[in-house]
């Protein structure tokens, strides 16, 4: 039902003449005004309008969301070919003068090297990711109290106090900023 209304939504385009500008999707039928000029929030079909725009709002930060966490793992994955290339070739190195010297010490930099890329390898291809968000899970369900920002939720008024401090710092300063 909320795809279909979705749909009908994003089909709705209106002209305002006062701003010649067109308006598409749920913005334009959420206009519906009372004789004063404003909306009639108590109207079932502008609650309606407004929920559907909440949706698309949240649809559309958490594909924002799934998008950076593919581009972060094409980043890792990228790195894991980058740090295996590097890997073979001291493998190899460290192989070949193994050969030579025939001590054990030749080969200790392939230690730390093996846990670097068993560690990207483990990013880009394995479970990583799901561990992560399993615990990152737990922690919202069993640990809030780890999730608090400092200083609490930023009001209106701090905001507006910090853009006016930016204003008047811009004033007197001109120049740093």
Not at 21 to 47: F, L, N, V
Not at 100 to 129: E, H, Q
Request: hydrophobic residues 35%.
């Amino acid at each position: 039902n909320s795809a279909r209304s979705g749909q009908q939504a994003t089909t709705a385009i209106s002209t305002n003449p006062s701003s010649n500008r067109i308006e598409m999707g749920a913005t334009a039928s959420c206009k519906k005004t009372s004789g004063s000029g404003y909306p009639e929030h108590d109207d079932p079909s502008y609650r309606k309008c407004q929920e559907l725009k909440m949706e698309r709002w949240i649809q559309m930060h958490y594909q924002i969301k799934q998008r950076e966490q593919a581009l972060a793992i094409a980043h890792h994955r990228e790195l894991f070919y980058w740090l295996s290339g590097f890997y073979l070739s001291a493998v190899y190195g460290c192989a070949s003068y193994y050969q030579r010297v025939r001590r054990v010490s030749a080969l200790a930099p392939l230690l730390p090297l093996t846990f670097v890329v068993g560690y990207y390898t483990d990013w880009a291809y394995g479970s990583k990711m799901h561990r992560i968000q399993a615990e990152a899970n737990m922690i919202m369900e069993h640990e809030q109290e780890l999730l608090h920002w400092p200083g609490g939720l930023p009001t209106v008024a701090g905001i507006d106090e910090a853009r006016v401090e930016t204003e008047m710092e811009k004033k007197m300063h001109p120049h740093h900023m």
